[in-house]
């Protein structure tokens, strides 16, 4: 299939950041796709977008999500932006592989981003060939979707498509575009963008923006933008206790990568932990450990800290005051985040009273999950028989800890039946393991086989149903020499 006919296509697409924010991207095209070809498309989020699912199919969907048609009410942009990478400032980044190609409001009133990412140069793309691989594009499209189905806020993935041409990286590789369906794409560095340049005008135009957008609620507060900054602070807070509770590891949380919505955003050398270890890492190029697992919540602080950087001129025309009221907010963090990990960690104990030892209770699970080296999603997995059955004198990794926590379930005034089905409800069975992720990538690029990624899709998207034929998803990989490693792969 080269060309689909398509004259006059419309989506229904509504572009307000084109339309409203002059200056803060650059109109533009995608690259032509050689051969254009559907690996995946999302029927049901199509279904939410308010999409016609049969429009978006076959070798249409496969011309539309290559970026070869271009819907007629669609305004291509390149986003600009900024950012902190590694802790080192970026002043000029921006959408190098990516294509904005507008908004789209769902049928629940909620205004999403639909963006092509691998579709080719754009103004931003330094040195790089604006293109994605097909292993990064599939993973992506796998763990935003695991992610979504785990309850985590969450850059959805509509489509996948390989574009029929090689792409160079350390080998030739098949080129490939992910469409990717987002709250919005606004960054900490699309405000750090304007900041640095002392565009001060702009950085309340986009706050004003985003206030309009993501917090409406926003609009009548005395302080309009110390309230911005609380808001998106409280949602980075909830979102990186999602991701602690399921033992994900963002490896890239620069500032460029976080999103001002509160949605888990631009998934590179990101991974799920098997064996329980706070300082685990996985990307090759967080060659420190910056992005580990237990160092997210500070990062998070410390990208927040940047965003406030950019409000100073925006919040208190005194800047010392400004620089006073962010510094406070900035500070709240800790216990918000604390706030929420520790809701996040009961759940996951299906406890549903607050009680003063619970703190405690959880650190020592988590030290004692340390200490055995246990599987992460595993061992919390595990808590649903060991409530049902109240076996305190079975030997398992949690047997010290056991009869202090049956003990504190016993305060919930719960029968252990409804304890257990509620624990099943909250931890996962099945996460992508990193070795199935990895099977899935490899043999769809080495391969053009499929199936790995199409089974492990489905296993992941149903996390919380255990299924018997599908033990093999269920265990970490047997233990090998190298720890495991995962690479930006752009
Ligand atoms: P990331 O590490 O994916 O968050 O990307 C960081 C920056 O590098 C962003 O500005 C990207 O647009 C840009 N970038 C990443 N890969 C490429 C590529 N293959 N071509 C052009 N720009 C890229
Ligand atoms: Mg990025």
């Given at each position: 299939m080269n060309d689909t006919p398509i004259t006059g296509l419309r989506l229904g697409f509504d572009n307000s950041y084109a339309a409203s924010l002059d200056g803060f991207y650059t109109p533009w095209e995608a690259d032509r796709a050689p051969n254009p070809t559907l690996i995946h498309f999302n029927k049901k989020l199509a279904l939410d977008l308010g999409l016609d699912p049969n429009v978006l199919a076959a070798e249409r969907g496969a011309a539309i999500f290559s970026g070869n048609v271009i819907p007629t009410d669609a305004s291509p942009i390149a986003q600009v932006y900024a950012g902190h990478q590694f802790g080192a400032f970026s002043p000029q980044l921006g959408d190098g592989r990516a294509l904005l190609l507008g908004e789209l409001v769902d049928t629940k009133g909620t205004r999403r981003d639909i963006q092509l990412k691998g579709s080719g140069r754009t103004p931003y793309s330094r040195g790089g060939d604006g293109k994605a691989a097909m292993g990064p594009v599939l993973r992506e499209y796998l763990i935003a979707e695991a992610m979504h189905a785990l309850g985590v806020p969450t850059t959805r993935a509509l489509a996948a498509v390989t574009t029929g041409e090689l792409i160079y990286r350390e080998k030739p590789l098949p080129g490939a575009i992910l469409t990717r369906v987002a709250k919005?794409?606004?960054?900490v560095g699309t405000f750090q963008f304007f900041a640095a340049r002392g565009e001060h005008d702009r950085v309340r135009q986009l706050a004003d923006y985003v206030i309009q957008r993501h917090?409406?609620?926003?609009?009548?507060?005395?302080?309009p933008y110390l309230e911005l900054f609380r808001a998106i602070a409280d949602r980075q807070a909830k979102l990186i206790a999602k991701w602690m509770g399921i033992g994900f590891i963002h490896g890239v949380m620069n500032t460029d990568n976080m999103a001002i919505s509160g949605e888990t955003i631009d998934y590179g050398p990101c991974a799920f932990m098997d064996t329980f270890a706070p300082n685990t890492f996985f990307s090759s190029i967080d060659s420190h450990g910056r992005y580990a697992y237990g160092a997210q919540p500070s990062i998070a602080q410390w990208n927040l800290t940047r965003f406030a950087e950019t409000l100073i001129s925006i919040v208190d025309g005194d800047q010392d005051k400004a620089v006073g009221k962010l510094t406070e907010e900035v500070k709240n963090f800790r216990t918000t985040y604390m706030d929420y990990w520790l809701q996040e960690m009961r759940g996951k104990l299906g406890l549903q009273t607050e009680q003063s030892g619970d703190l405690d209770l959880i650190t020592d699970l988590f030290q004692l999950m340390a200490d055995q080296k246990a599987d992460f999603t595993s061992t919390f997995r595990s808590l649903a028989n060991l409530a049902a059955d109240n076996t305190a004198d079975e030997n398992t990794v949690l047997t010290p800890w056991l009869p202090r926590w049956l003990q504190r379930l016993s305060v919930e005034g719960r029968n252990p039946s409804e304890i257990t089905k509620y624990l099943l409800e909250v931890n996962p069975a099945y996460i992508p393991r990193n070795h199935k992720v990895e099977e899935a990538l490899e043999k769809a690029t080495n391969e053009n086989d499929l199936v790995p990624f199409f089974n492990l899709l489905d296993v992941v998207t149903e996390p919380?149903?255990?299924?018997?034929?599908?033990?093999?998803?269920l265990e970490p990989a047997p233990p090998e020499t190298a720890p495991y490693r995962t690479f930006c792969g752009t």
């Open positions: 919005s794409h606004i960054r917090y409406p609620g926003i609009t009548t507060n005395p302080e919380y149903n255990e299924k018997p034929n599908l033990k093999a998803y």
